[in-house]
């Protein structure tokens, strides 16, 4: 079991309480409770101060810290509080208390209100650990410069996987170049600048766990937030250097005789360059691609069309007549916004999606969460348990299909159905009044079959106004003027605004990787992408893939999570290639095709598979490849220590042996 005297030091170094008591008491008032009571832990080592309150019910929606106590209750826990926290100030903000494992494991279960299992001691713990950095690069034994000038590594990609990759590399000395096509760093967050873009996931979840004493403004950050962290990233580990903006790699071909990676690099202005390199890491995103659909008449249109990815900077809406196609995740945060300013706002909906409420979507860090997390030990990481959700980390029973259950198209299981009912009657009340809405906007395929997506209910009261029109009959073409739909009812327009996602199914394209003996990564994998943790493929010795297929969470935690176990699996292996003196480690086919067979068919349990509804998640046979069925725990285990028994290898070639070409291969 991970042992909890790993937290150290890093909660240690947060700044002192020198706020005079009524002060205190304000910044308090703003806490979540919960989150309020496991950090008061820390200050007095006293476990009682959850033990004597009645256990806090479930989370009404994500992040829900209120534990649904009395207004009594509530009084005295921040009283007590309050107390705790004055004599921490009193006795000079000494270091905290460190719960042992079964406290920890005691006081996420009081908080997720459901039992976290000791299973879960390593990743929370690390999670909590914050500063400390547990998950950083570790060397098992002394590694010459030498070893390391021999292992240089290619990062494609600026985003939130390239710059955790290199801080990673960064770490172990190892040395390494990132390759960005654009002109900045964030990816998604540099690159979706339309309104309304924003995470879906609490930020004190979505952000690294060495990186949590951010300040955020919001609980759900928006774009421009989201992009300043990641350059904020940037700047405090000095990856400047490193990162070579508008640079596009265009082709990787391994050079089996060097053993090494050739890289055909385009720069802005069309010059090109072959880098070289021992490991290439591609962390070009999974939803980095748009994907417009090719509707006839599209050059005729006289106004402006674009991705929602590409959004113009010069823009005005104000008062524009504008379309919005697509209404999945990008379409629901953009739609609020676009009625705002519009003239008209007319949104061509292809399938009605399931929509999670979130009453606290649009809220404001407040002023004593601020405080909290620049001055109250652990309070950033339980912040970040608390969104988490860790005793969700499980298979998700309203998301397999029930072989028993009567499939009639609406749902897959009891828990299903269930789950359908609430969303179902979240629409009504959101739309009371208006059943012809109702009827437009109600899915007919089970919930999950797509991701939810999250809102405000902001799409809600967009449409109920009067100049926003929404439009099912499907888009027969574009015309000088607009678009006509398949009615034959035409829609004038000034902008066309395409939020029709990713092209995903084409995992790191327009990429070409040539492996050993000259195959092409696309041609090796055909309708099926994969690799063994979605990370490492057959045939490709020293590639490694961020965010690769199949690890797009399906039901639980977020893709930050997901990288860092990721990042954590691919130091590791390049390190122990480099600690045993290998030119190149290589997945055995035999390793991944387990792995994969495991994968599939757990994911033909899943209701993305069941094919009731158009999605991202299959290709065109039908088969999930995009989504990872595993839980956080799992993969986190998976992707804890490779092993180099895993591996095909190749020890270094001597100076000797590569000036006669020999060949060392096992
Ligand atoms: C609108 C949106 C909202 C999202 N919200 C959430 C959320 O709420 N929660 C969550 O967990 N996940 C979310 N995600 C998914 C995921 O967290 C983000 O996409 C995240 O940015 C992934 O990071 P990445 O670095 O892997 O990929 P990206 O952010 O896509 O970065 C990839 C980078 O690689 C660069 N690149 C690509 N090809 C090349 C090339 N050939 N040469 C050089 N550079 C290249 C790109 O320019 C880009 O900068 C969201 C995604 C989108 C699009």
């Known amino acids: 079991?991970?042992?909890?005297?790993?937290?150290?030091?890093?909660?240690?170094?947060?700044?002192?309480?020198?706020?005079?008591?009524?002060?205190?008491?304000?910044?308090?008032?703003?806490?979540?409770?919960?989150?309020?009571?496991?950090?008061?832990?820390?200050?007095?080592?006293?476990?009682?101060?959850?033990?004597?309150?009645?256990?806090?019910?479930?989370?009404?929606?994500?992040?829900?810290?209120?534990?649904?106590?009395?207004?009594?209750?509530?009084?005295?826990?921040?009283?007590?509080?309050?107390?705790?926290?004055?004599?921490?100030?009193?006795?000079?903000?000494?270091?905290?208390?460190?719960?042992?494992?079964?406290?920890?494991?005691?006081?996420?279960?009081?908080?997720?209100?459901?039992?976290?299992?000791?299973?879960?001691?390593?990743?929370?713990?690390?999670?909590?650990?914050?500063?400390?950095?547990?998950?950083?690069?570790?060397?098992?034994?002394?590694?010459?410069?030498?070893?390391?000038?021999?292992?240089?590594?290619?990062?494609?990609?600026?985003?939130?996987?390239?710059?955790?990759?290199?801080?990673?590399?960064?770490?172990?000395?190892?040395?390494?170049?990132?390759?960005?096509?654009?002109?900045?760093?964030?990816?998604?967050?540099?690159?979706?600048?339309?309104?309304?873009?924003?995470?879906?996931?609490?930020?004190?979840?979505?952000?690294?766990?060495f990186m949590q004493d951010y300040q955020w403004p919001s609980l759900y950050s928006v774009q421009a937030d989201l992009e300043a962290y990641f350059q904020a990233c940037v700047d405090r580990y000095g990856l400047a250097p490193h990162i070579d903006y508008g640079v596009e790699a265009i082709r990787c071909d391994w050079d089996e005789e060097r053993r090494l990676w050739s890289i055909r690099l385009r720069a802005a202005d069309g010059g090109e360059e072959i880098a070289e390199a021992r490991s290439v890491v591609s962390a070009v995103g999974f939803l980095n691609r748009p994907f417009v659909p090719t509707i006839p008449g599209a050059d005729e249109f006289n106004g402006r069309a674009f991705h929602t990815a590409r959004w113009p900077a010069d823009l005005a809406l104000e008062g524009k007549r504008i379309a919005v196609i697509g209404n999945a995740a990008t379409g629901m945060q953009a739609i609020p916004e676009l009625a705002k300013a519009a003239s008209s706002l007319t949104i061509f909906q292809r399938t009605p999606q399931y929509l999670s409420i979130h009453p606290e979507y649009h809220r404001p860090i407040r002023t004593g969460e601020a405080w909290a997390v620049a001055h109250l030990p652990y309070f950033a990481g339980w912040m970040r348990a608390l969104a988490s959700n860790w005793p969700n980390d499980r298979e998700p029973k309203h998301m397999l299909i029930d072989p028993e259950w009567p499939q009639d198209g609406l749902s897959v299981s009891a828990a299903n159905a269930g789950a359908r009912q609430r969303y179902v009657a979240a629409i009504e009340g959101a739309l009371a009044g208006r059943p012809d809405l109702i009827d437009k906007v109600t899915p007919r395929y089970p919930a999950f079959t797509k991701r939810p997506c999250v809102t405000s209910g902001g799409f809600y009261e967009a449409i109920k106004q009067d100049h926003v029109t929404l439009v099912t009959e499907g888009i027969a073409r574009f015309t000088a003027d607009g678009i006509v739909d398949n009615d034959g009812v035409s829609h004038p327009l000034d902008i066309v605004v395409f939020a029709t996602g990713f092209d995903v199914q084409k995992f790191v394209s327009p990429i070409l990787f040539h492996g050993r003996g000259g195959v092409e990564l696309h041609d090796h994998w055909g309708s099926l992408p994969g690799g063994y943790l979605g990370i490492v493929v057959p045939n490709f010795p020293n590639f490694y893939m961020m965010y690769g297929p199949g690890t797009n969470l399906g039901y639980n935690g977020n893709q930050i999570f997901n990288a860092e176990c990721q990042v954590r699996f691919v130091t590791g292996a390049i390190g122990k290639a480099i600690e045993a003196d290998l030119d190149a480690i290589e997945i055995r086919a035999e390793v991944t095709e387990d792995y994969l067979e495991r994968t599939r068919a757990k994911l033909r349990q899943f209701v993305w598979s069941a094919g009731h509804s158009t999605s991202y998640f299959r290709n065109a046979n039908g088969e999930v490849t995009t989504n990872s069925p595993w839980s956080l725990l799992q993969y986190w285990q998976w992707t804890k220590a490779p092993s180099l028994g895993d591996f095909e290898i190749w020890p270094r070639k001597t100076d000797a042996a590569h000036a006669q070409g020999a060949d060392v291969a096992p």
């Open 1 to 209: 079991m991970e042992r909890a005297d790993r937290m150290e030091q890093g909660n240690d170094r947060l700044a002192p309480i020198m706020e005079d008591d009524a002060t205190l008491e304000t910044l308090i008032g703003d806490l979540g409770i919960v989150v309020l009571m496991v950090a008061t832990v820390h200050l007095t080592g006293d476990l009682d101060l959850l033990r004597r309150w009645p256990k806090p019910r479930a989370m009404r929606f994500t992040a829900d810290s209120s534990g649904q106590f009395t207004a009594e209750q509530e009084a005295t826990i921040r009283a007590d509080a309050l107390t705790a926290i004055k004599a921490y100030r009193d006795a000079g903000s000494p270091a905290p208390y460190r719960p042992t494992a079964p406290e920890i494991l005691e006081m996420a279960s009081f908080m997720g209100a459901a039992e976290v299992s000791d299973a879960y001691l390593g990743p929370l713990v690390e999670e909590l650990e914050g500063a400390a950095d547990p998950r950083a690069f570790r060397w098992s034994r002394d590694v010459g410069a030498a070893a390391k000038a021999r292992h240089p590594v290619l990062v494609i990609g600026a985003g939130m996987s390239g710059i955790l990759a290199a801080i990673r590399l960064q770490q172990a000395g190892i040395p390494f170049r990132v390759v960005e096509k654009n002109p900045g760093a964030g990816g998604t967050w540099h690159e979706n600048r339309y309104p309304g873009c924003r995470v879906d996931i609490p930020s004190t979840a979505y952000s690294f766990s």
